[in-house]
């Protein structure tokens, strides 16, 4: 798809507002679908006429100040990005469209920064609503960025953050454009677009990769019993370590040792050198929520 993309650098808060107000952006472009969680199309329309609209909450303002953590936060999860603070406004102008990502990594990939309550994230169910793929699709859409990732940093106890991969999507893209185009259409002849489908568009961008177990019955039942198990197991492995450890000290360099009823060896061995050819696997991690407040 070939788009004309247009970059500027933010010189104030005013000036990058009323840019804003000239675009539909994609922290605005799930009212369009009627996905957004805080905007109507109603509303939007309300903020591109100037309208007053929702004061700054809690949650915004919580937002705002944590939203600096992410690159400290991305480190020490062990990513392997470089977050850097993105400073500008990109825009398709032929289409309106545009977008001020939070955070660029390397030069080719975003990542977008959301921070939510742990109440949220139960209503959430383990992953975010569509409002915030589709706006992170868009950054991409709009900035000609190959990757991005949605990053969703839950607000209680050692504020864990969960990522979440978010590729290039031509459909889900060519739906987007779509919807702004109607958007505008109805716009310049005086009238609100009506809701752009999104059921095909959910679909379209469930990849798959994470599944609600909640009405599952027998889930609840053993993963508390894994983690008592878990438990002992941990307990058990640690104090056949300290054995092991009175053992070897005992028998020294010594290969084999004997004291009555038992026979002790500790021999040396070896192996041939190999190369491990690189490899996929899966970890399992099992995680009761209420350790995110410890």
């Known amino acids: 798809m070939v788009v004309n993309r247009e970059v500027r650098e933010i010189p104030s808060r005013g000036e990058w507002l009323q840019w804003r107000r000239g675009d539909i952006t994609a922290s605005k472009i799930a009212a369009l679908f009627d ?6 199309r109603d509303q939007l329309a309300a903020d591109m006429r100037g309208e007053p609209g929702e004061m700054p909450n809690s949650a915004m303002r919580a937002g705002n100040i944590l939203e600096a953590g992410f690159p ?18 990109h825009r398709l102008p032929d289409h309106r469209l545009g977008c001020t990502p939070d955070f660029w990594i390397g030069d080719d990939g975003l990542l977008q920064a959301k921070t939510v309550s742990r ?19 868009t950054e991409l859409l ?9 990053a969703v940093m839950i607000r209680a106890g050692g504020y864990p953050v969960h990522y979440f991969d978010v590729p290039r999507h031509e459909a889900a893209e060519r739906r987007i454009l779509d919807a702004v185009g109607a958007w505008w259409a109805a716009w310049d002849a005086g009238e609100i677009a009506a809701a752009a489908p999104s059921a095909e568009l959910a679909a379209e961008v469930d990849d798959g990769t994470h599944r609600d177990l909640s009405n599952d019955n027998l889930l609840p039942v053993i993963l508390p019993e894994r983690v008592e198990l878990k438990a002992t197991v941990s307990a058990a492995e640690k104090r056949l370590k300290e054995i092991d450890y009175e053992i070897k000290n005992r ?29 996929q696997y899966r970890t399992l991690r099992v995680k009761p929520l209420e350790t995110e407040d410890a």
């Open 35 to 40: 996905e957004h969680p805080y905007l109507t």
């Open 72 to 89: 400290f936060a991305v480190r020490e999860d062990g990513k392997g990005w470089e977050l850097l603070k993105a400073t500008t406004y």
């Open 119 to 137: 109440e949220k994230w139960e209503e959430w169910r383990g992953h975010p609503p569509l409002a915030y793929t589709l706006q992170t699709l």
């Open 142 to 150: 709009v900035t000609g960025r190959s990757w991005g990732v949605l």
């Open 251 to 279: 028998l020294g360099p010594a290969r084999t040792g004997w004291l009555p009823g038992w026979s002790l060896s500790y021999p040396k061995q070896s192996r041939k050198e190999t190369i491990i050819p690189a490899s």
